[in-house]
């Protein structure tokens, strides 16, 4: 009850009476009675009391979260902006992997190499160009090298040893040689000059030479190198092949003093590849070389005289006195001569200035007379198709001419000339230029026809001449080819960036601007020589140099490599 006990308890036993005790003493704290049961304490009501104010300390600590905060914003973004390829690489590409699942599908119906772009080998290297760290673009390029390894395998026991050097030529250059390649490469040599043959082959060699037939497959030197490949050791055909040098070490002196250099060219590079370390061969480079300054400094003359006539605005006309026909006579001289191309495309993009001239005066008769000329020097330029759709101005002009709606092409179309394309028309070349941008980043410039790019930006001018985004695409072309160009010389696809710089010369001919990246495409290629030299194929290896040559006949690398090819070094 209360925990006290009034005083009656302890003097009677009987019936006590219930008692509220003094009021007075309510407020008294009771003393605990010791009951021997355990205590419970209630706590009371608490009041809660009101929080501290801050002190100016507190904030102060508190102060270094919002920059830490930006901080870490700052680094956020920055690591973001870093990762930005690689974050951008997990977004799908759709176009990527079309390319790869093509690839995948040819490399199973075992249609592995060709021309026509649509084999295993192609497609992956496509991908890769796409893609240059793309794995399933390098594992496929293995796969498709281990196939061309089992299909020369199985070529060479069928006795059908060309396949099967294909097959293998192929393989060395996807796998970069191996133990399967070298093995098969041997079978191939013992099985084109068995033992009982060698002697065969070495009276064959004597009698070819006897009767002048030095070069060829039936010639001395081929015949005389096949018993070589077999048996290194052999000291007649060692012998043999010696002899084949001095004969055609002669011819190619006559053909120098004769100032026939390509033929001097041809039989000193035929004399590498037969008898690469013939004595007489860093001599016959060097007459050659000689030959070449001689004759550069002629066609440099030629080339200054053609450029000098283009900035006096005599671009053609009868006579020499114009640049066409200095350019035209340096590349008589010199069939390859870069300097003097370029000048033709420049001869080619001035009347394509004057022509554009003469649509703004709406002289169209003029304009097609200078476009048919610049048609003859620079047949593919995108400026030239830019400026004939300006004069056609496709369906939309005829449209326009048959309603009376007078169509203005160019920069200075008006909204009369939009109105004269059909909302049909519209779509259609809505429809093209997207065609065209998709086969433009997939790399799909000139070709295949009708599907290509160009083909489409074309298509589209023709029917609306004054559509912004075809004729900006269209001349935006040469820009995408020379970054896709970049790409395969920076991924060793030295063929693929071979194609690109012609597909660029083409679209945008006289661009000053190509020099630097016909360097940089004969470097490839030299490069690409000591890969394949490195490999074994020797002969790849000349021919890849020939590329280079072409290219980057200046380069200071060419002759050293030369010499590393031949002599095996």
């Known amino acids: 009850m209360s925990g006290r006990r009034d ?21 008294k704290p009771v003393p605990p009675v010791d009951d021997g049961l355990p205590h419970i304490v209630v706590d009371g009501p608490r009041r809660r009391s009101a929080p501290p104010s801050p002190s100016p300390r507190g904030s102060r600590k508190r102060g270094w979260l919002i920059p830490a905060l930006v901080l870490v914003l700052i680094g956020a973004v920055t690591g973001l902006w870093l990762q930005q390829d690689r974050l951008r690489g997990m977004v799908p590409a759709t176009e990527l992997n079309d390319t790869l699942a093509q690839a ?53 026991t069928a006795g059908r040893l060309d396949e099967a050097e294909a097959a293998l030529n192929v393989a060395r250059e996807l796998l970069g040689g191996g133990s399967d390649v070298e093995r098969l490469s041997q079978r191939l040599s013992q099985a084109r000059n068995p033992e009982n043959r060698t002697e065969a082959l070495i009276d064959q060699a004597r009698q070819a030479f006897a009767a002048g037939r030095l070069d060829g497959d039936d010639g001395a030197g081929a015949l005389y190198r096949r018993v070589l490949d077999a048996d290194k050791s052999n000291a007649v055909a060692a012998r043999g092949l010696d002899k084949v040098g001095d004969a055609l070490a002669a011819q190619a002196r006559q053909a120098i003093a004769d100032n026939d250099k390509a033929k001097a060219n041809a039989i000193v590079d035929r004399i590498a590849i037969l008898v690469p370390r013939y004595g007489d061969l860093p001599s016959l480079r ?86 048919d000329r610049a048609a003859k020097l620079a047949p593919k330029s995108a400026e030239l198709a830019a400026a004939r759709a300006r004069i056609g101005g496709g369906e939309a002009k005829v449209a326009a001419s048959d309603s009376g709606v007078r169509a203005v092409t160019g ?27 998709t086969a433009a980043a997939r790399g799909d410039i000139m070709d295949p026809p009708g599907d290509s790019a160009y083909d489409l930006y074309r298509n589209a001018l023709a029917i609306d001449g004054n559509d912004p985004a075809a004729r900006a695409g269209l001349q935006g072309l040469p820009t995408q080819v020379e970054k896709q160009m970049q790409q395969a010389v920076s991924s060793g696809n030295v063929q693929r960036a071979e194609n690109l710089y012609s597909t660029l010369s083409d679209l945008a001919p006289g661009d000053t601007t190509q020099g630097e990246l016909r360097h940089r495409l004969g470097s490839a290629w030299i490069d690409n020589a000591l890969q394949r030299a490195g490999q074994g194929d020797r002969q790849g290896a000349f021919q890849a140099l020939d590329h280079a040559r072409r290219y980057a006949p200046d380069d200071p690398r060419l002759q050293s490599a030369y010499e590393r090819v031949a002599t095996g070094r």
């Open 7 to 27: 005083n009656n308890d302890r003097e009677s036993r009987g019936r006590t009476e219930p008692t509220l005790g003094r009021l007075d003493d309510l407020d």
């Open 104 to 156: 995948s599908h040819a490399l199973d119906e075992g249609h592995l190499d060709g021309t026509n772009g649509d084999s295993a080998r192609e497609l992956f290297e496509k991908a890769r160009d796409q893609q240059p760290d793309s794995d399933q673009a390098r594992d496929g390029l293995r796969r498709v090298g281990l196939a061309e390894v089992a299909k020369a395998d199985a070529a060479l």
């Open 286 to 371: 060097a007459a050659l070389a000689e030959t070449k300054k001689q004759d550069g400094q002629a066609v440099a003359g030629l080339v200054q005289q053609g450029n000098e006539a283009l900035r006096a605005g005599r671009f053609t006309g009868d006579g020499d006195d114009n640049a066409l026909a200095r350019f035209q006579a340096a590349l008589v001289s010199d069939p390859d001569n870069a300097d003097a191309k370029a000048g033709l495309g420049r001869v080619a993009q001035a009347l394509i200035v004057q022509a554009n001239a003469a649509i703004d005066s709406e002289d169209d008769a003029q304009a097609t007379r200078l476009l």
């Open 411 to 437: 920069d200075d179309a008006t909204p009369e000339a939009s109105l004269a394309v059909s909302p049909e028309q519209k779509a259609k070349v809505a429809g093209l230029v997207r065609r065209a941008q």
